[in-house]
């Protein structure tokens, strides 16, 4: 009866820690949803500009892991380990990494947003570059505030705390809606309307999250005066984890572009009709991005405490629990795409289009929930250099010349962009579920 008791407190401790998370990712997916509408009515490109910068941005952000993932997975095995100094030591070291990398990235980006949209989009229609370098510009501005949110974020959502981000997260939401509604149909400002929008969220989020990180008093302590003092061993054990999950996501990202920059040079429709499919396909993957914040704080904490039974018992749970979420909503999506396809295009050729390659995203769903919920876990049992290996070869080597294979070679457009994705999904899944059985992540030291 014990043993039951406390299985039913580990679960209920799960379950009021997630709908927090469930519906920050909600919300943000309806937002985004809004928002997409109101810039697919700028010109017919708009969408499509946005969606390569965001990309772009996407890569940026991947850099940056090296605090958010690595900074997060010590914080929650530290607090595990109840050391509350330790814990006090890595928050404060990672506001000091991720305010000061974020902003010599945005200066120097800033000095080369044209040069940078070149590479991106070569060989574009003139309005689509113009309103991609504009978009980047005020992306960038953004980008140190978006950091900052993140990486705290994620260090109080590693400390148990998942109601905080998510009034954060809600807050940052209806502040870009209204500015986007404000700045995109009121002033008619167009695409500088909708970057503009973004600024002015991100600031807001990166305000109210530091606020509340610094008045928390919980399982760590920040204190200003110490946030600026460099502690290089602390660096170096974030490192370990966050470096090979940084280069991993920098470089998968930086695949991904590489695609959307295929499927841009296949014409302004063809890249309509990815753009729409994959704003759909947000919504179907919302179950896949509530997974790896879960993971990350249960696990790591089961782990810290050296409990490597319940860590593994945990792990298995929510991934099983995310496929079965996740082929659900792709379900749904699937049935409705023509509804939800008419809230971006007006453009009944790209709906068309779209009925076919949504059933390749629901396809794709099965394989990418192991990348988002057995990847996290395995990532904060240390295990980060096996997924950075697995993950680059599988984007490098078998995602982006499929892709160039599908789409340009045998001619078949955005499934053949999605029909790749899913070869090299599979292979991923194949290798993580490898190495979650042999259990050689449960028992690594970091």
């Known amino acids: 009866m014990i043993r039951k ?254 695609a959307n920059i295929m499927i841009v040079g296949l014409g302004t429709h063809q890249a309509a009709v990815y753009q729409v499919t994959n704003t759909l396909y947000g919504f179907a993957a919302y179950p896949q991005g509530i997974c790896g914040p879960i993971l990350i704080s249960f696990v790591g904490q089961a782990l810290g405490a050296g409990n490597v039974p319940k860590a593994r018992k945990t792990l298995l749970g929510i991934y099983w629990t995310g496929m079965a979420a996740s082929l659900i909503f792709s379900l749904v999506i699937s049935l409705a795409v023509v509804p939800l396809g008419s809230l971006y295009t007006s453009d009944p050729m790209v709906i068309e289009d779209c009925k076919t390659t949504i059933w390749y995203m629901f396809a794709m769903c099965i394989p990418a929930i192991s990348i988002n919920a057995m990847d996290p876990g395995l990532r904060t049992g240390g295990d980060s250099k096996w997924i950075m290996a697995y993950t680059i070869f599988g984007v490098w080597a078998i995602r982006v010349p499929l892709t160039w294979l599908f789409c340009y070679h045998m001619n078949l457009g955005v499934p053949g962009l999605y029909l790749a994705n899913i070869i090299s999904l599979v292979f991923r899944t194949l290798c993580s579920q490898f190495r979650f059985y042999t259990g050689r992540w449960l028992h690594k030291n970091i």
């Open 5 to 258: 008791n406390h299985h039913d407190s580990d679960l209920a401790q799960i379950i009021r820690f997630t709908l927090p998370v469930a519906a920050e990712n909600l919300i943000t997916q309806m937002i985004g949803m809004v928002v997409s509408m109101l810039i697919g009515g700028i010109t017919k490109s708009a969408l499509a500009a946005v969606g390569l910068v965001n990309q772009a941005i996407s890569m940026y952000t991947a850099i940056f892991s090296l605090m958010s993932t690595g900074g997060a997975v010590l914080l929650a095995r530290s607090i595990g380990a109840k050391n509350h100094e330790e814990s006090s030591l890595i928050a404060e070291q990672n506001m000091l990494l991720a305010l000061g990398v974020s902003l010599i990235m945005s200066v120097v980006s800033l000095l080369g947003a044209t040069p940078i949209m070149h590479l991106l989009m070569n060989n574009v229609e003139e309005t689509m570059f113009r309103e991609g370098v504009i978009y980047f510009r005020l992306m960038i501005l953004s980008f140190p505030a978006l950091i900052v949110n993140t990486v705290a974020s994620a260090m109080l959502r590693a400390s148990g705390n998942s109601r905080g981000p998510m009034l954060v997260t809600m807050m940052v939401n209806v502040v870009q809606v209204a500015a986007a509604a404000l700045f995109i149909p009121a002033l008619n400002m167009g695409i500088t309307g909708a970057g503009l929008s973004y600024v002015a969220a991100r600031y807001t989020g990166a305000a109210l999250v530091t606020y509340m990180l610094l008045k928390y008093h919980g399982s760590f302590r920040i204190q200003v005066r110490r946030i600026f003092r460099p502690h290089f061993p602390t660096w170096a054990r974030m490192a370990r984890i966050g470096v090979p999950n940084s280069l991993e996501s920098t470089l998968v990202q930086a695949g991904y572009l590489i």
